[in-house]
């Protein structure tokens, strides 16, 4: 359903970011365990922010999905009206 108003109301898809964050810090662990044992302290330590840098991400993506269907709504759950900007209950 288009309502014009997609990027307010656009819904993330979590549980792909959360896969993919889960495959990139394989590959960072991995990549700093290998510049360790080869010697390269340098880019073991790129990897290893980059290793922390996912995990920071991947403590806000659960976050959002434990926050319930607001941040990751299923099928069954139609689009929300973008509000018009004024506070509620005025």
């Known amino acids: 359903m288009r309502t014009g108003s997609e990027p307010r109301t656009a819904r993330s898809p979590l549980r792909t970011r959360f896969w993919l964050s889960v ?3 394989i590959w960072a662990g991995a990549g700093t365990a290998a510049f360790a044992l ?6 073991a330590a790129a990897c290893g922010l980059l290793c922390v840098v996912i995990l920071v991400d991947l403590g806000f993506i659960v976050r959002h999905i434990r926050q319930g269907p607001h941040y990751q709504p299923g099928r069954d759950i139609p689009p929300y009206e973008p509000g018009d900007g004024s506070p509620r209950g005025r």
Do not use: E, H, Q, V
């Open 23 to 25: 495959w990139g810090l």
């Open 38 to 43: 080869a010697g390269r302290p340098g880019w």
